[in-house]
């Protein structure tokens, strides 16, 4: 199996400032997205903060005996240690936070992601989009308890409101899952502001490109085109034979 990547971050249209934040594993190894809040800076410092600790974390303990579990939860776990410190050391920065979604490959295992907050993962089969991720949003548990409708959610008031995010006391739980993949599949990580403009037959349209760097350019431009409210990041992993 061979792994080939691109990735993309654009500020949009209205915001002056990137939150976003993105890492490809120059080894091929892994990839994180991530979409910070709580101000101009500390939006920047939270994801920026996350990838680095998360990244820093996965290339320290690869070798390592702990399961992809094991290895993904921790890395998210001294991700959250190191905003909170941040925030004690510089309290204008006291209501930071990030999103993120990271995805592994450590062979002989299948893939693992993990992912708090509501940058997704999206696995595209063929012509099928699929989301693997959960949000962890307010709208999302009110669809799954069937409080309101996917429709009802697109332009809901409290879309945007975070049940979970990196950077708080009361953060528990980390999803994390191993993936199904197969040759021929594109996997996209991305943060909130593709997601906001762009419905999934649109996602899996511009996934389709067959130059990788294309898609990840036609996904952005697109977001852009129907809005770009807010900051674009896109990381894709094309899965092809060796």
């Known amino acids: 199996m061979e792994l080939n990547f691109a990735g993309l971050s654009d500020p949009g249209l209205i915001r002056s400032n990137n939150q976003d934040a993105y890492y490809i594993d120059p080894e091929k190894r892994f990839c994180i ?3 910070g809040m709580g101000g101009h800076a500390g939006g920047e410092e ?3 903060i996350a990838t680095e600790e998360i990244q820093a974390y996965l ?3 690869w070798e390592s005996s702990q399961s992809s579990q094991e290895l993904l939860v921790q890395a998210l776990w001294q991700a959250n240690e190191a905003i909170l410190q ?3 050391n510089h309290p204008e920065r006291a209501d930071m936070g990030t999103t993120v979604v990271v995805l592994i490959f450590r062979e002989p295992e299948s893939p693992w992601c993990a992912h708090v907050g509501d940058s997704r993962l999206y696995r595209l089969r063929g012509e099928e989009l699929e989301q693997i991720t959960e949000d962890h949003t307010w709208v999302a548990r009110a669809i799954k308890l069937g409080d ?3 429709e009802e959610a697109r332009n ?3 879309r945007h409101v975070l049940s979970r995010c990196l950077g708080r006391e009361d953060l528990h739980q980390v999803d994390v899952q191993s993936l199904d993949v197969k040759i021929g599949d594109r996997l996209l990580l991305c943060s909130d502001g ?3 403009e762009l419905i999934e037959p649109k996602i899996a349209d511009c996934l389709q490109d067959s130059m990788l760097e294309k898609a990840a350019e036609s996904l952005v431009e697109a977001a852009k085109a129907h809005g770009g409210h807010d900051n674009i990041t896109v990381a894709l992993v094309a899965v092809a034979e060796n």
């Open 86 to 88: 941040d925030q004690q």
């Open 156 to 158: 809901h008031p409290f």
């Open 59 to 61: 290339t320290a303990n």
């Open 148 to 150: 309101i409708t996917f």
């Open 33 to 35: 997205v991530a979409d």
């Open 46 to 48: 939270a994801s920026r």
């Open 194 to 196: 593709l997601t906001e």
